[in-house]
């Protein structure tokens, strides 16, 4: 990974979060779940720091350039957010009907709760960048 590329950390955020969602250790999953938004809050900065370096030295126009950037990204976020929820709102309909006709829902449980964990690490970049945002616009 290129700690320098922000594609290559907003897919270790992701990569850690999955392995957040599958520890077992309340304190592994918390550090985890630690390190997933400090490599996501680092692709984002890096990003930003993209613009800045390519838009002109205009401080007005730098600062437009990432708040630009920070609603894509924020668009794209809640895009995501949107399939997350409609996944896991799908997967507990499935497994409650499963379940009402007496099927074995262990496996179901386990891939429901590896969504909810992609939902929560999906919910929680949506609010990092609204936070980002808010804090570009000022």
């Known amino acids: 990974m290129d700690a320098n590329d922000p594609n290559d950390c907003r897919k270790e955020a992701f990569r850690l ?7 077992q250790s309340p304190d592994h999953r918390a550090t985890l779940w630690d390190r997933a ?18 838009s002109a030295i205009d401080r007005e126009g730098a600062r ?10 924020l668009d794209d976020a809640n895009r995501m957010l949107e399939r997350a929820e409609s996944l896991v709102a799908g ?3 499935l497994m409650s009907e499963r379940q009402a006709k007496g099927d074995d829902v262990t496996s179901y449980r386990e891939l429901l709760s590896t969504f909810e964990a992609n939902l929560e690490a999906r919910r929680t970049a949506r609010n990092l960048l609204r936070q980002m945002l808010t804090d570009a616009k000022t």
């Not at 979060?17 to 520890?23: D, R």
Request: net charge positive.
């Open 17 to 23: 979060a999955k392995e957040a969602a599958k520890a």
């Open 37 to 54: 938004g400090t490599a996501f809050r680092r692709a984002v900065r890096l990003e930003q720091q993209l613009l800045l370096s390519l």
């Open 64 to 73: 437009r350039a990432r708040v630009a950037h920070l609603k894509l990204t």
């Open 91 to 93: 997967w507990r309909e």
